[in-house]
């Protein structure tokens, strides 16, 4: 089973350029989540999909992020335009369904690392 | 809201040392606790979890317990090895979450030295 892929691995962009990751899940998984880490600091949520709808976007640091899952397979995220403080690396994770007792397992992508100069 | 806090980085160990990070929570209700650990150039891997207080999860050596009367969830090793060299996250899901989303700490760097 192939794991979560994302793309590009490392992308450099100035400031006010347009840049749009990708996220592809693991085949099945309803849900899917991206992350990011700024800095070193700690990994930040940003939103959540189930299948083709956002359930939860509470994350979003602003208007300039947009999140896409078309036909709730792939899922993008666009960064238009893009600033100084959105470096960071953004992860992608993905998980089937609900376990349990509330417990999710994610399966996370190697993340792309953003620069923006 | 939910937090987490790990103890600072990086920890610089020597090959078959005990290792201990820490990481304390804050949350309502009744979360369960993960630790994910990123070695160089790969994504984040679910370490271990648990679910409800005492519980303790292991997996590869590695060690946590669920301590709600400290709201701690700290991770140990008798004996680590290089390739524990990664860095390692403790994260949370709220017991009230519908959406399943991790809370992490800032993670912490282990370098593990011949």
């Known amino acids: 089973e192939a794991g979560v892929t994302q793309f590009p691995s490392h992308s450099v962009i100035e400031k006010g350029q347009t840049v749009t990751l990708r996220c592809d899940p693991i085949?099945?998984?309803?849900?899917l989540y991206w992350y990011r880490r700024v800095m070193g600091k700690e990994i930040k949520f940003l939103l959540h999909?189930?299948?083709?709808?956002?359930?939860?976007e509470s994350g979003m640091p602003n208007n300039r992020f947009l999140a896409e899952r078309t036909g709730g397979t792939y899922s993008t995220l666009k960064v238009q335009p893009a600033e100084l403080e959105d470096s960071g690396v953004y992860f992608c994770?993905?998980?089937?369904?609900?376990?349990?007792?509330?417990?999710?397992?994610?399966?996370f992508g190697p993340g792309t690392r953003l620069t923006v100069t | 809201g939910d937090s987490v806090t790990q103890m600072e980085g990086p920890v610089t160990l020597s090959e078959e040392a005990f290792l201990t990070i820490n990481c304390t929570y804050t949350?309502?209700?009744?979360?369960?606790l993960f630790w994910y650990v990123q070695y160089p150039g790969e994504g984040l891997q679910l370490l271990l979890k648990?679910?409800?207080?005492?519980d303790k999860g292991s997996n590869k050596g590695f060690e946590a317990t669920y301590r709600k009367e400290t709201t701690s969830f700290h991770l140990e090793k008798g004996s680590v090895q290089v390739s524990d060299s990664a860095v390692y996250f403790c994260a949370l899901t709220s017991g009230s979450s519908n959406t399943g989303k991790l809370i992490f700490g800032q993670g912490t760097t282990l370098q593990v030295k011949p």
């Open positions: 648990a679910t409800k207080a005492d």
């Open positions: 085949s099945g998984h309803d849900n």
């Open positions: 949350a309502t209700g009744y979360p369960s």
């Open positions: 994770a993905s998980s089937r369904y609900l376990t349990s007792g509330g417990l999710y397992e994610q399966y």
């Open positions: 999909f189930v299948k083709e709808s956002k359930q939860d």
